[in-house]
């Protein structure tokens, strides 16, 4: 979705939004992850990147199986919590 259509209202429809969970679910199950893999899954990433980097946010990790034309992916969107740095 465009800046433009979020500006002034355009959804998507209720088809398209559909299509995409069924695609999200059919993923999940060929890839043979349940919700509870996908927890552990993200917890398990959230303190391996908090031993490197502190100012992970654990609590906002979203992990995510995204269906490719050839291959499926597998998402990880971590946010940072911004540090003020003294000189």
Do not use: W
Request: proline residues 3%; hydrophobic residues 40%.
């Amino acid at each position: 979705m465009s800046f433009l259509d979020t500006l002034f209202g355009k959804r998507e429809r209720s088809s398209d939004i559909a299509r995409d969970r069924l695609l999200t679910v059919l993923v999940h199950d060929r890839v043979k992850l349940t919700p509870d893999m996908m927890e552990q899954l993200k917890a398990d990433l959230s303190a391996v990147i908090a031993r490197y980097v502190p100012s992970v946010d654990a609590g906002a990790i979203e992990v995510t199986l995204l269906r490719g034309e050839s291959v499926d992916h597998l998402k990880a969107d971590i946010p940072l919590r911004r540090t003020t740095q003294k000189y």
